[in-house]
């Protein structure tokens, strides 16, 4: 058969068609090696343009996009764990495992053995408090807990807790142990040394106080521009009464009411009134002059909800 036969077989030709397609990759490049030289000799200039210009076989690398980078969170605070763990074993027994309390106990301590009250003791708690949490090495922590009892006596419990690195899973390690309960701090003296006599500034602080807890006229009326804050809803009082007014500056205690802008940081001890009694509060409030009058550009008492004092 002649050779002029076998190119049109089909499955042949497949290697004259690398072929010429190799040739013509290589007068390219031969081709662009003549162009680089001849620019080289016409001076650098040229040959700038002509790397700019020259086709290139290596093809740019994508920007890789970066990887997330993933940080281990904190182990939250086991203490509403232990808390809970600390009502349901006190409010057990183990003369009775399959009550509710005895099998959520054990559920989150198997290895902790249930109390045994006395027949018809008084053992449950009114109210169970997490007070602190110390957290030790290993993921384990210490939670003290306060039980209240109806005789108003309380009782502090430690129980041991571990708790995972992400902190979504817990587990008491062992039995809860009576402990002495947390000291009390030496009180900072109070910033609040100045009298404020009544004037403007009681007035103005017993009006809004009674706009924003018994609903008896508009909190807007009361406040700076720029300050936004809502009553309490539904309104807890019927009567709000002023008893005291002390200030940190000195301008809180002026006749006259200062130029604008003047701003005096104030304490009002107050008294409320409902159907259930009398309620000794307190309020931290800072004062705003503007117009001859005292705005409240901030309750520091209770988080503002939005805007806040500019």
């Known amino acids: ?95 009775d495992v399959t009550s509710a309390q005895a099998r959520l106990a054990q559920s989150m301590a198997p290895d902790v053995d ?87 500034l009681v007035s103005a602080v017993g009006e809004f106080l009674g706009a924003y807890l018994t609903s008896s006229g508009e909190v807007s009326g009361y406040l700076a521009p720029g300050v936004v804050l809502a009553a309490v809803m539904p309104a807890p009082y019927t009567a709000v009464t002023v008893q005291q007014v002390v200030a940190v500056e000195k301008a809180a205690a002026a006749e006259q009411v200062p130029v604008d802008g003047t701003r005096v940081r104030i304490a009002a001890r107050v008294e409320a009134r409902d159907t259930a009694g009398r309620w000794p509060l307190t309020y931290e409030l800072t004062m705003r002059a503007r117009s001859g009058r005292w705005e409240v550009a901030a309750l520091e008492s209770a988080a503002v909800p939005s805007g806040g004092a500019r």
């Open 1 to 95: 058969m002649s050779v002029g036969k076998q190119a049109s077989g089909g499955a042949p030709a497949a290697p004259v068609v690398a072929g010429a397609r190799l040739e013509a990759m290589r007068r390219r490049v031969r081709l662009s090696r003549l162009v680089v030289w001849t620019v080289i000799a016409a001076g650098p200039v040229a040959l700038a343009v002509a790397l700019a210009s020259t086709p290139t076989t290596v093809a740019a690398a994508s920007t890789a996009t970066p990887a997330p980078v993933r940080t281990a969170s904190s182990a939250a605070d086991p203490g509403g764990y232990a808390q809970l763990f600390v009502g349901t074993w006190l409010r057990s027994s183990s003369s």
């Open 114 to 200: 249930l109390p045994d009250p006395a027949p018809g003791a008084q053992s449950n708690p009114v109210s169970v408090t997490a007070v602190r949490s110390t957290r030790r090495g290993g993921g384990v922590w210490s939670v003290t807990v306060a039980a209240q009892y109806g005789n108003g006596s309380v009782r502090y419990y430690a129980v041991p807790v571990a708790a995972d690195r992400s902190g979504g899973a817990f587990a008491v390690t062992g039995a809860p142990g009576v402990v002495a309960g947390p000291g009390r701090v030496a009180v900072p003296a109070s910033p609040y040394g100045v009298m404020v006599p009544d004037g403007a």
